[in-house]
């Protein structure tokens, strides 16, 4: 196995194991062998709180720093499961061992972001969903609004109980953003609709999504879904399997397929375009003070593929109002 698999895989000291790093220190890391940069080419590390294989939002942002990292030639590295108490030693870990970009996953990590790169004046921060902007600092963030807003405009499309559902993982800003565009989307094009939502208080209990979506079917009558919680929506998913007629709308991935026979449709995310845009920018020297937007127009937010629980003409209406989103006259 090459030194970057052996990274990007299971983190940069599965075998010693991450307790022992943060307890005996960070210092004598840089002297370990494989962890050198030998080939002299950048490098990026992604810092993430859950598995990167959740079929999610760890695997979208996963998948799109490979991609990203293959276009710009780029070595990466990856830490997945790292509690939130160790955020920033982690950070902190990759920027001892010379890495030129830590690509944080969403803006829950923005704390962690400000403080290490405080303390480590000239490294460099990609912070995904972020809103901070500073000579170290670049955002990257896909438009939450728009993103909301497509998953909304189906959901109120495909209804019809009249009840729609929506889990977040915690309150942050984005996923609040996500939240009122599916609203009101979904309003417009189903007046009189009712959104239930919920929180679950984290991204990676598959157990409790599948909880807050069975008491949604059950009590609420709900029949549409849309999540923005990572492993929580895939418990979600689950108990939505169990309750034929009722519809999911993915992201950040196209998760279905035009025979799944959940999922309508799922509204993408190309992190790709946003993180191989900060890589550039830390190879010309001009990193810093900057947010990276992703929408419609730009190829930054699309949508997937239908399944075929989803008729022509509700088909054809969405991709009208998929437009009208894209062009600013939805709402």
Not at 21 to 37: H, I, K, Q, R
Not at 160 to 171: A, L, S
């Amino acid at each position: 196995m090459s030194n970057q698999n052996m990274l990007s895989r299971r983190g940069f000291l599965a075998a010693a194991g991450w307790g022992l790093l943060s307890v005996a220190g960070l210092g004598g890391l840089t002297g370990c062998d494989y962890l050198e940069n030998k080939s002299g080419k950048r490098r990026i590390a992604m810092v993430f709180d859950a598995p990167v294989n959740d079929g999610g939002w760890g695997s979208s942002c996963y998948e799109a720093m490979m991609e990203a990292a293959e276009q710009c030639g780029w070595e990466t590295a990856c830490s997945e499961n790292v509690a939130f108490s160790d955020w920033a030693a982690t950070m902190q870990a990759y920027i001892d061992m010379g890495y030129d970009l830590i690509y944080a996953p969403g803006n829950e990590y923005q704390d962690a972001v400000l403080q290490v790169s405080k303390d480590n004046p000239g490294s460099c921060f990609c912070l995904l969903n972020g809103t901070v902007e500073t000579d170290g600092i670049q955002s990257a963030m896909p438009d939450a609004t728009q993103i909301g807003q497509a998953a909304g405009a189906l959901a109120g499309l495909l209804s019809q109980t009249g009840k729609i559902g929506f889990i977040g993982g915690i309150e942050i800003d984005t996923t609040l953003l996500k939240l009122e565009g599916y609203t009101a989307a979904a309003q417009k094009v189903n007046p009189g609709i009712e959104v239930i939502s919920a929180y679950a208080g984290s991204f990676n209990d598959a157990a409790k999504g599948k909880e807050i979506a069975n008491s949604m079917l059950v009590s609420s009558n709900v029949d549409v879904m849309f999540g923005d919680a990572s492993v929580v929506d895939a418990g979600a998913r689950e108990a939505m399997a169990d309750h034929p007629g009722t519809y999911d709308i993915g992201q950040p991935n196209d998760l279905g397929g035009a025979d799944d026979p959940l999922v309508a449709n799922s509204v993408l995310t190309d992190n790709v375009v946003l993180i191989a845009e900060c890589m550039r920018d830390v190879e010309s020297g001009t990193y810093g003070n900057k947010t990276i937007l992703g929408n419609l127009g730009n190829g930054g937010v699309s949508v997937g593929t239908f399944s075929s629980i989803v008729p022509q003409d509700v088909r054809d209406e969405y991709l009208g109002y998929i437009e009208q989103i894209k062009d600013g006259t939805f709402l």
